[in-house]
Structures are given as C-alpha cells and as structure tokens.
C-alpha cells in the first residue's frame, strides 16, 4: 500500500518519509487515533516505504518485489496481531490470517466490529491473549528472510490482556537488531508498561474535505453528496461509507433506537421487555460487539438531537422527522445525562455486562430523565 492510497494525514506521511530519509526509525512506535482515520493502512504504507527499493521522496513505487509483497500481505518479514474470539481452534493471529487479510484488503478501513463479524464471534469479547505474545517472540526471534528489517504490526492493541502485554514488555524495550513494533490503538487504555516503552504518534481524525474528496474518488459520489455525507460522518471514513449505503444494520441501528427512545418516555414495561429480549432481534440476542455498536450510534443520535436547530447538522432524511419530534424532550442538561448513560453502557457491555439487565437498568434511568425534563416544561 502506497501513501498515495492512504486518505489524507499528509502531515504524517511526510514525517514518516522524513524519518525514512533520516534513518531516525524507533523499534517500539504507537499510533494513536479514533476509528476510521486510517492508522492501520498508514502504518502498512510506512512499513512499505521503509522496505521500497525505488523509494521518491515521499512514496514507495508500487511496483518493485518488495512493495508487491507488502500491498498483498504475503511478506516474510511483515507480520500481524490482532484481536481474536479466542477457543481451542484459535489462539493465536497466524491461525486466522487469511481471514485477517482478506478481509482488509477488501476494506482497508475495517473496524474491530467488521472483524468480529467475519469470524461469527457472537458475545464473545475480542482479546489478544498469552497464546500471542509466545508466538510474537518466536517470530521475532528468528532472522529476517529478505535480510532487511522485521516488522510485527499489533492492530488494537488495546485488546491485550495484561499477561500477554507483560510477556512482551522486555522485547518491547531490548528488541532484536532491525526489529519494529508498530502498535495501533484507538484509546490509551494499555498498560503503563507498555506506553512508557513506545514513541507515541497522534493520528487525528480526517476532515470533512479529506473525506469528501476519498467518496468521490472511491465511490463515485457527486461533490455536494460526499461534502453532506461527511461532514456527518466526524472524521470517520468507515462511517461515511455506512452512511452512504445505509446499510442494513444502519436502518436496525436507527429503528431500535427510535423504539427504544418511544418506550422510555412512556415507560411501556411489556414493549420494553419485548425490545430487549425477543429472539427476533432483541437487543440483548445481537452480540456485544453489535451492542456496542448500536450504543454508538445511539450518543451519535442524542449528540445530533441536541445540536438541531442550533447548529447546521447533517441528517438522514429517514431520521429527521423523528429527531425533530424527540428533541424537545431533550434540553441540554438531560441530552447530556442521557449521553453519559449510554457512554456507561458502552463500557459496560465491554466489561461483559449481562445485556439484559443493563439494557433495562439504562432505560430506566433514561426515563427518569426524560419525565424529569417533561415535568420542567410542564411547571
């Protein structure tokens, strides 16, 4: 993957290239960033500079056998980690790697949700465990094939459990000669350990234009129509591209939650068992990464209730009639509340919470909110 093919984030590639050039490379690098803003192709096309041997400037050719190699995933000396479900078939990345990479060359911005989704993980929570960090010493261990450097990329490091974090601390630190670790991470919640050991680089979130200008390129988007989708989708590409397909889980994501925001404010216990627990999707039979990603879009959906009217706000027109209706129920102050009862949630269903039980504690809350804010209308 070259740089050029990687959307926007030039003032990091240029860094990267300087690096290159300088030979200032550290063996032990984080990238740090929100979903959606491209860390993981950033860090492949890095990777792919650094081994070009027709290298410009400020890109790899694309064409050489080492670049070859690396925009197909196939070189000896670049590997992979990342979250698995694990079990007795699968403890470790390589025994799922073709899955892996298939998937991300199909979408090079996938999330940790796409990901679960191609393993059919259902609840099980996606972890890098001990079996992991055995496998990653042993492949640092041994002697590059192309003579050149060894790379491990972690993807979601964040998923590490503390054992396997711990067993690769000391190579994290005294790595083999020409040995690079790039770990990417979308939150800081990684041991201290680890952190101290890492040269940490920020990959913001892309702009609206950035964005925009990748959905007319990639997706054939007429100007106005990928500047609407965009600035909706807060610097998110794999989320623009949801927003312009609207995809099935989309249109569950947004009726779920226009049901659920119905019964709260009404209080419906019948309707409000039925939402949670009926085998035809209820919200508590999708699986924890699918929860998660409808409490999401639920805190993206409140945010856009309580910026309407006072801000321009990009919304779905399948969404919008409801929104105008819903907000004013929602003030400020109780928009808020019920914002950080979904964050709460959020990590929560991350923490392994029973799915119904929380589910129905948060709509309770929710409620209480909402029929407080009623009342002070109302007084």
Known sequence: MQFSKVIGQQHIKDSMAEAVANGRISHAQLFLGPEGNGSLPLAIAYIQYLFCKNRTNNDSCGTCPQCQKITKLNHPDLHFVFPLALSK???????????????????????????????????????????????????????????????????????????????????????????????????????????????????????EQEIANALVARNAQSPETALSVARSAEGNFHYAQELLTENEDAQYFAKKFQEWMRICLKLDGDKLSEWIGSTD?????????????????????????????????????????????????????????????????????ERNAHPKILFTSVSLRIHDVLAAARKAVTA
Not at 170 to 189: A, R, V
């Open 89 to 207: 078939e699968v403890e470790k990345s390589s025994d799922v790697f073709p899955k892996w990479k298939d998937a991300f060359l199909k979408n090079n911005y996938m999330t940790l949700t796409d990901w679960m989704n191609v393993l059919d993980a259902e609840n099980k929570q996606p972890v890098i465990g001990v079996g992991e960090s055995k496998d990653i010493l042993h492949q640092l261990s041994m002697t590059s094939y192309e003579g050149s450097y060894k790379v491990m990329i972690v993807w979601m490091a964040e998923k590490l459990n503390l054992v396997a974090a711990n067993k690769i601390l000391k190579i994290l630190e005294e790595p083999p000669d020409k040995t690079i670790f790039i770990l990417i991470t979308e939150s800081t919640q990684l041991p201290v350990t680890i952190l101290s050991r890492t040269q940490i680089t920020k990959i913001p979130r892309l702009t």
């Open 281 to 349: 999707g209820g919200i508590s039979t999708i699986g924890r990464e699918k929860q998660k990603q409808f409490l999401a879009y639920s805190i993206q959906t409140i945010r856009q209730s309580l910026l309407l009217d006072k801000f321009a706000v990009n919304i779905n027109a399948s969404d919008e009639d409801f929104l105008r209706k819903f907000s004013p129920y929602v003030p400020f102050d109780s928009g808020t509340a019920i914002f950080e009862e979904l964050n709460r949630a959020y990590h929560s269903i």
